[in-house]
């Protein structure tokens, strides 16, 4: 500390503030005069804007449309509005600000700080007022006091917790179970026909769900765990064990839609390399590999969906998906 | 007196009868603010807040916050016939059908991103200069309260149309509920009232938008305010300037005109945007539906760094006891933002505990001056940036022709490499500045003319810089490093000797400085020119 002590004491001098310079609007009248001209024309304007307002608000159609250089076609009524709005507001300001800077006084004023501690005596009275509302209450002395009210307390944090609980279900075993049962029909999203595998050429993709029986109403909340990809390819390009063979038909392969890493759509198909890509977070699916992860933060394949036809020669399930299908969570696997 | 004068005065005298408050107002109208551009940004905050206020009612009026099913049948016809939510159906009635609608939808969505810029650059100032030291530490924690909270209502506030991006943005949301280890299903079910999206997430998150977080704005901004009031800004160092003075200008009638100008200024710019920069078109977007999605989906700025560490995630998950847990998610997603919103909200605390300085400061400092600090808040910086550029790497692949996985891989190392470069080579400017103002204090300022000496070599002229410009390069302080007892007395280690020696070791590397001129140096120097 010596060594910072002894330079502070050799500092290059404070030389003060510097003299007040005074403005030409404090000189010169006639600058003065200019500036609050200054001042009302942008006042003025600020008026101008607001007519331009209520101008295009009232007269100027919302089907007038002209062409801006940069901003295309655009919309004369909103610009107007918008404009209007933006001049009036701005320039109330910049009028302001003008006033303030050039006819209101700019000479700076210096006031003095206090150290916000309370002097010794004061504090001393302070600790000493708290000491003693404590000990006049008697925590310290009580422990019985304190040990049920501390209980009590505590307790009651449990109250908000008990009421909110009927902000919905609990989960049970939903997120495990799709609207997918051996043999429901697969039918494209939107148009709800059903699919013959000839209906599909190689290379081709298309969005499924389940056939819902006649009356059923297809929610939102079906589709975020229903949605199936259909991706038709040669059957020599699949690259999976036997088993996952057969849950193809005819080079047809399902897997869900709903991304394995946040449950995005995995609405992105590369035909020539045969990957499935995440728009959200770019997680990349190999098809040919059973949808394994090749890049990005999934850590799971996307669920694949065994597939054949029925009698009628249409696409079905084989059975209901074997895992969980969409993002993880902490019971996925038991 | 004048009639003018007569009011005047009228006024005053009828606040006092009822207030008794005369000496109090007095004080107050002539408080003493001082001037800075910078000071300027967390008025911008405060302003770009009023008009969230005034433009988010606006909305209100029409904005229907329901998932109710609706065919539409409004005047938009793209989209007629189109089965969508009440909510969205709304959005886009405020959007096509209400005169100013528009306008005031991109008002309030200008208004978000421009007070969350405001937030962002206000805390740079306050961080880079040293302003959240004592007495300020609670300013600073109600800032980064006001950051935190910030984030939350802007997502909440774009999540609300219930558009196709806006119902992405909830997705990744309920997935990041859904892999808190243990509670997290149930923590989604009871959000979203059943399976994800269902019908309650948006007229509970319109309250939560409109009424609760406005709220809790309202009270924090109110206190931050208070506290700048009582206990006077912080101002530049200068001629004049002290840490027992304030110099500036008094808030009757210059800081109010300023002030209230500058309210208008922004407002009027905000307007200007709306008015001809389209944003968050929501009608291209197309309503929500969970099996469909839009390339190039993208939060807004200040959500955008923490998707950018979401998509550079590993692909980490592990199966404990047959339990799933998602360090995919769980890291980027609640950990490092986490860590990274309390290691900001306690830097006051920690740099306290590095210098051993517990008064008090008023005086700012120059970013320079206190290198280890701004390289700390640069290194940050620079974590958050990659992060950032990540949020927008498919964009950027596909802008610059670069693949996404070059982009993935370039942040996945950046982040761990860049920010202790950026730590290291902004401490070495930071010495290289100091430097160079010794060497302006001590040999004054390069002219640029030259002159041939007798003897023929040719000199440049240096210019004595003026006493005004010496006392600002030389009036900080140099604080001299920690140095705790490592051994007693009696030659012994002491109990906290580790302790003690982290941080003489964290205080030395604090305390690294050019040693500023002294007069008695610029004399000597002086006697040799």
Redesign the interface.
Known sequence: ?S??ES??V?????????AHVHRRTDTDPVAAKRAERQVAILFSLSALGTLLLIFS?IFVS?ETFFFIPV?GQTNA???G???G?????????????H???TL???E??????H??RSDDEDRADFVKTVKEGAENAGLGRRPLIKRTLGAALGLSGLTPLLL??D?????GD??KKTNWKAGTRLVT?PGDRPIRPEDLEVGAVA?T?PEFAEGKERH??D???D?VLLIRMRPEEFNLDSERLSWTYEGIIAFS??CS?????V??YEQTTKHL???????TFDVTRAAK?I??????PLPQLAITVDAQGYLVAQAPFTEPV????????? | MTARERVAGNVASYVDDRTGGAKWMKKNL?K?FP?HWSFLLGEICLYSFIILLLSGTFLTFWFDPSMREVVYEGAYEPLQGVKMSAAYASALEISFEV??G??MR?IHHWAALIFMVGIVVHLMRVFFTGAFRK?REFNWIIGVGLLTLGIVEGFLGYSLPDDLLSG?GI??A???I?????????L???????????L?FIPRIYVVHVLLLPGIFLALITVHLMLVWY??HTQFPG????????????LM??YM??A??????????T??L???ASINPIWLYGP??????????QPDWYMGWL?GL????????T?LF?????W??LIPGLILPGIMFTGLALYPFIESWITGDKR?H?LLDRPRNAPNRTAIGVMALTFTLVSLINGG??IIATTFDLT??QM?WFSRIAIIVLPPIAFIVTKRLCLSLQRADRDL?LHGRETGRLVRMPSGEFVEVHEPIT??K??LL??H????PLELPEIDGAGVRRPAAIRNKIRNRISRAHAVAV??????E?RELEGHH
Request: one cysteine or more; glycine letters at 10%.
């Open positions: 500390m060594n910072s330079r502070e050799d500092l290059i001098k404070d030389p003060g503030l510097p608000f919302d901003m009524h909103q610009l509005i918008g404009l709005m933006a001049i009036a507001l701005f320039c109330i300001g910049a009028g302001a600000i006033w303030a800077k209101m006084p700019d700076e004023i210096v006031v003095q700080r150290e916000f909110l609980r902000l919905g279900p609990l989960p939903d997120l999203d969005q769900q939102l909340e589709i975020a765990k949605a839609k709903i890493h946040m449950g995005c759509a609405a992105l890509l995440c728009p959200c977070h770019q997680s992860v890049f990005g933060p999934a850590a799971r969409g993002p993880s969570f902490w019971g996925r696997l038991s | 002539q003493v001037d005169r100013g528009l306008l991109q007495p992405t997705r990744i309920e997935a990041i859904q892999a808190i280890p243990v509670v997290g299903s149930y989604s079910y009871f959000a979203f009232g059943g399976a994800f999206p269902g309650a206990q006077k001629p004049g300037r002290t840490e027992k003075n304030v110099v500036g200008y008094p009638p210059v005109a300023k209230g100008g500058f309210f208008f200024i922004v407002f009027g710019v307007a200007f709306g008015a001809v929500y539906n969970p099996g469909q999605v839009s390339a190039g989906s998707d979401v998509r550079m995630s590993p692909p980490l998950e199966y047959g339990y799933t847990v998602s995919n998610i008090e008023h790497n498919d996404i996985n993935m204090v006493p005004e010496a006392w030389t009036s302080e140099q604080l001299a040693p500023k001129a002294t007069e008695t610029r």
